[in-house]
């Protein structure tokens, strides 16, 4: 474990493996107010690297067993924070360039003066420091921008959460229902491949998807039995409807809770509404929601009938592959049925809505 040792001044160590260099550098460096360790190799470095925290390495570029250099690019790979400054004999300058392009502050030419290490040393630790501060600063402006952007979904949540709390009012649709669209949707959209995060959104967007019945009259929303054709149409507009309310928002989850909306009774094979759309025309989204919502609509009651046993609600949905749904799609969800049963025993399947 690497101790951090006091930060009031810097500590420096001094790697060279002649004693008497060792020994100059090191009261050198102790006089200009710095702490200063010795290694007499690059073995010795690494092990007090491993151990404690410096700030700067002298690094003398020759010395027997590892080089200079090459301990010079385990530190910078290891702690890249630490500054090194790397001593050079006289015909090394191929070295030299080699050390400050393996991210060496500088180098100086052995026999060097007390006045020249004091100043690169100083320079180099100034340098470091001036690279914390920025890098500290951007990791405080990236922890803000993440924040902020955390805040905002949230607010974007808390929204929908609104909209939807609207929409139970009016009894549009039950509340368990609501939920387990979201959940069954992400399930789904998990396993046509979306990524995560992607189907995050799916699950606080589907529960919309029938927002738009709440400009529905009472009248036909409520009724029992069968609607008649102009009943009909008027209820068939709580797609455009909710696609109004939704419509033309940044908000990438509200731009799908669009979708959704004004897709979801879009059929793969062009006899759904609002638009008679066909195929990969319906955005995807709107083709995950339209299995999710008849899978549930199916398992519950609902006001013109009960619901149906689990058997026969897989073999309606097959029914309706190429059909209603995406077939594609519909294979997923099948697939997936065991884990959406147990959802749908868990406690999202609080209450049958009597509901169209
Ligand atoms: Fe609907
Ligand atoms: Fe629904």
Redesign the pocket.
Known sequence: MRVVKDREVAHVLAVDDDPGVRELLSRWVTDAGYRCARAENARDAWSQLQQYEFDLVTLDLRMPGRSGLDLLKQIKREYPDVAVVMLTGGGDTTSAIDALTSGAFGYLQKPTDKKALISEIRKALEQRQVALDNRLYLESLAEKVRRQTAALADAHEETIQRLIRASLYREV?TDG??RR?GYYSELLALQAGWSCEHAKLIRLAAPL??IGKIGIPDSILRKPGKLSPQESYLMQSHTIIGAQMLADSEVPMLQMAHEIALH?HEHWDGSGYPHGQRGHSTPEAARI?AIA?AY??LSHDRIYRPALPAKLVQSALEEESGRQFDPLLLDAFLKILPAIRMMQDSNLDNGNGL?R
């Open positions: 649709e229902h609501i669209i998807h029938d979801h929601v919502d549930d609509a509901v």
